[in-house]
């Protein structure tokens, strides 16, 4: 009987001491919970020396997702803090806002998406009289030549996506393109489309069937690759300027049984696009180093705190992803 | 038992501690949450009544209403103060600091704006008032997103607080059953472990009140009050074992002492019987002797001289016969006393027995010690010829033999066996009592022990007998001056 009562004191006992390290641990998270979230102080987040905003459209373009990450990355090196701010695609009114909140606040720097067209002469301006550091990213280079930039090139992109398969297509390409959800509202004047439109000219026969801007939303892409096969025209050829567009065009090509009959030119790389590419889905991709521009951008903003006061422009290059290139990669 | 209880009250005490931390905790965070939230209400009140009384001032110059637009604006300026001012890499510290750059932009161009008023400047002060309204908005932006994150991060915090303090209760409420059910098991662990020594010993205190020393008591494993009286019970045992075994040995010796006292008493009381007796035996002798001298008169005067030589030769032999035992006299007294007693056996058995006595003169001189051919005659009669109805004869005779002096009485009775006369032997060596209950050999034993303390041992008595063929017993002593 002492025995037993003995050997349940010990059970009980290492019961009750990893129950208490249990216990004790469960508080300490629920403790960090609290710490995270209403207790958090300005002494437990890491100082900066900068305060900048970053003002981006909402999308679910992998470009933004990127663009943040050089933008955080290079951050930390030079000891600033980037505070992003995104506001729906369309909305130019809150894009506004966002940049009158950086004025207001007086920050150090202001990293905004701009596009051909934002009255960029002026947001400078009102920048410079607040003593804030103005910093464009553009997708298309702007169209004064003058005027300072971090980004990609729009147009160069185009270009990059077309000759990705015109040299398979020929004169008989017949091109369906699905253009950036934000962008000028004449097509013609669409970077991404002039590109597509310079790449076509070496192949005289080959046309483009249809263009559509995407539009937000999920099935954005599925919807305009549909509309596009069921042309009167059908194509056989599908250039899309997002990676949510390209996986969009890929599961109506997949669904319709046109794989092969269809090319598709994809934008940016994730895991699923790699993957359509090896089975050969996707004839390839156009990737964007969105990622380079973002540490660019904050490059700039060191070089303005210098004393610099026209960095030099940067855009971005462009890495074409095909079976080829992924082989090598994985070799 | 009282460590091991402090610990289980310390891992309750912990384990309450951290639960009551949490609760704090909680309540605290709600507090928190509370205190934001009115920072913010209070915030965008006083940036409303700033608004109204800035533009109460601008279209009506009025005093008061520049008095309670300076008291509103220090109130939001001193409300902006409470925000984070530092820039630190989290959502909402920067929203907090947006916001206050912003209030304080927004002071700067109300008070722009009051004083281009004040100095009539319409261009500046409407323009700065359009820019503070600009301002303004973006504050009631900043602090309706401050609230939006805020509360997106306390929910997100409490979701998270949630799932992990739920196990905590949980936990906790494992940790109460558990420690419950050690303290059982400790209690009854400590119980036995305190009932089973006493149990033990209460044992050895029954066994030892049934006289049992050797009992087992309780192991002394630890120093505590059961091993110390379970060493004081047995050392008690101990020395109450030992004062019993002295209690017993004194007990012995005192019964060996009161044996030999009762022994000594005996021997007192023996020998007062025997005083007692020897008195008696002096007295009643004497007065028998002067009874009988008495009736020898009274037979003398009446001339019966049978009974006058009867009681003449009685008391005579009576006469000898009381006189000490060791006593030396001479054979012819010996010889007188023998013929008395054989005249008195004559004159009661008649021509039952025969004697004949041979003394020669020679030896009727030497010295003898007293009283020895009697009871040799008497024992004749007695075991020899008692049992002969025709009787027979017994021979008496002295003579000497060299230097010694021998007497002999011989009967022709039945004689004895030789294992007869080896056990006689015997019991006349070892001076046991008789075994026969006819009291054979208290009269020879007498004689052989006066004839060996008389003559040093030089003394012997000679028996010789045969089954049908009559006792011849010899006396033989050394024969001492006449």
Not at chain 1, 176 to 192: D, H, K, M, R, W
Not at chain 1, 201 to 226: C, H, T, W, Y
Not at chain 2, 82 to 90: A, C, F, P, S, T
Not at chain 2, 372 to 400: D, F, R, W
Request: hydrophobic share 40%; proline share 3%; net charge negative.
């Amino acid at each position: 009987m002492k025995n037993a009562a003995r050997l349940f004191a010990i059970l009980f006992g290492l019961v009750l001491i990893a129950a208490t390290v249990i216990n004790a641990d469960l508080i300490v998270k629920s403790q960090k919970a609290l710490a995270d979230g209403i207790f958090r102080s300005s002494s437990s987040a890491k100082p900066a020396r900068y305060h900048l905003v970053a003002v981006f459209p909402d999308t679910d373009d992998s470009y933004f997702r990127g663009l943040i990450n050089g933008l955080n990355e290079e951050a930390s090196k030079i000891e600033a803090v980037v505070q992003i701010f995104r506001y729906p695609a369309e909305s130019n009114t809150e894009a506004e806002r966002y940049f009158n909140l950086a004025m207001a606040a007086r920050v150090d720097g202001l990293i905004m998406f701009s596009k051909r067209g934002d009255p960029l002469a002026e947001r400078k301006a009102l920048a410079d009289r607040s003593n804030v550091r103005f910093i464009p990213v553009f997708m298309d280079s702007p169209l004064d030549e003058d005027t300072f930039f971090v980004g990609s090139d729009l147009k160069k992109q185009g270009f990059a996506s077309a000759s990705a398969i015109l040299p398979r297509l020929g004169n008989s390409a017949r091109i369906g393109v699905i253009l950036p959800q934000t962008g000028s509202e004449n097509i013609l004047n669409e970077a991404f489309y002039q590109g597509v439109l310079e790449a076509m000219k070496n192949f005289p026969g080959a046309r483009v069937v249809a263009a559509i801007r995407s539009r937000p939303g999920a099935m954005s892409g599925e919807e305009s690759a549909a509309s596009m096969l069921d042309s009167r025209e059908p194509v056989n050829a599908l250039i899309c300027s997002s990676a949510r567009d390209t996986i969009g065009a890929v599961q109506v090509v997949v669904d319709r049984n046109a794989v092969g009959k269809v090319l598709i030119v994809g934008t940016d790389e994730t895991p699923e696009i790699s993957r359509y590419i090896q089975n050969g889905v996707v004839a390839a991709s156009i990737v964007r180093d969105s990622s380079a521009i973002g540490r660019s951008a904050l490059r700039a903003f060191s070089d303005m705190l210098s004393g610099i006061k026209n960095p030099a422009r940067y855009e971005s290059g462009f890495l074409v992803l095909d079976q080829q290139s992924l082989k090598a990669a994985l070799r | 038992m009282i460590r091991h209880s402090a610990l289980i009250l310390l891992i309750m005490m912990s384990a309450t501690l951290y639960t009551g931390l949490a609760s704090f905790q909680l309540a605290d965070s709600v507090s928190v949450l509370f205190r934001n939230n009115l920072l913010m209400k209070d915030l965008r009140e006083s940036l409303a009544r700033t608004e109204t009384s800035l533009t109460n001032y601008l279209t009506s110059k009025n005093s008061d209403a520049l008095k309670e637009y300076i008291k509103n604006s220090t109130h939001l300026s001193d409300t902006a103060r409470k925000l984070n001012q530092e820039i630190r890499n989290d959502e909402s510290l920067l929203l907090q600091r947006d916001l206050a750059r912003s209030i304080e932009q927004y002071i700067i161009k109300t008070e722009t704006s009051v004083s281009g008023k004040r100095g009539r400047d319409v261009q500046t002060y409407s323009t700065a008032y359009y820019e503070s309204e600009k301002i303004a908005d973006v504050i009631r932006f900043l602090i309706e997103k401050n609230e939006k994150v805020f509360i997106a991060d306390s929910i997100a915090a409490f979701s998270n607080y949630k799932s992990v303090i739920s196990p905590a209760v949980t936990t906790n409420a494992i940790l109460v059953v558990a420690a419950t059910l050690l303290g059982l098991m400790l209690l009854i662990s400590y119980s036995y472990t305190l009932t089973e020594p006493l149990a033990v010993l209460a044992e050895a205190a029954n066994a030892l009140g049934t006289g049992n020393y050797e009992a087992e008591l309780p192991k002394p494993e630890r120093m505590d009050e059961i091993s110390v009286m379970a060493t004081a019970f047995s050392t008690m045992r101990d020395n109450i074992k030992q004062s019993f075994n002295s209690m017993q040995e004194k007990a012995e010796m005192e019964k060996s002492l009161m044996q030999e006292r009762m022994h000594v008493l005996d021997m007192e009381h023996k020998l007062k019987d025997a005083e007692l007796l020897a008195l008696q035996s002096q007295i009643n002798p004497h007065f028998l002797y002067n009874t009988l001298s008495a009736g020898m008169g009274i037979a003398w005067e009446e001339n019966a001289d049978r009974t006058s030589n009867f009681l003449e030769d009685l008391a005579g032999f009576i006469r000898y016969a009381l006189k000490p035992t060791f006593r030396t006299v001479l054979v012819s007294e010996e010889l007188e006393c023998a013929q008395r007693y054989i005249r008195l056996l004559q004159a009661r058995f008649g021509a039952r027995y025969q004697f004949e006595i041979h003394a020669e003169e020679s030896a009727l001189s030497a010295k003898t010690p007293a009283l020895l051919l009697q009871p040799l005659i008497e024992n004749a009669i007695t075991h020899g010829l008692a049992k002969k109805e025709e009787g027979g004869t017994i021979k008496v005779a002295i003579a000497l033999d060299g230097s010694d002096v021998v007497m002999q009485v011989e009967d022709d009775g039945e004689g004895m066996s030789e294992h007869e006369i080896a056990r006689l032997y015997q019991e006349l060596d070892t001076n046991h009592e008789p075994a026969r209950k006819d009291g054979s050999g208290i009269g020879l034993r007498n004689v052989m022990r006066r004839i060996t303390l008389s003559t040093n041992g030089a003394g012997v008595v000679e028996i010789h007998s045969r089954l049908g063929g009559g006792t011849v017993v010899t006396i033989r002593i050394p024969r001492k001056g006449d």
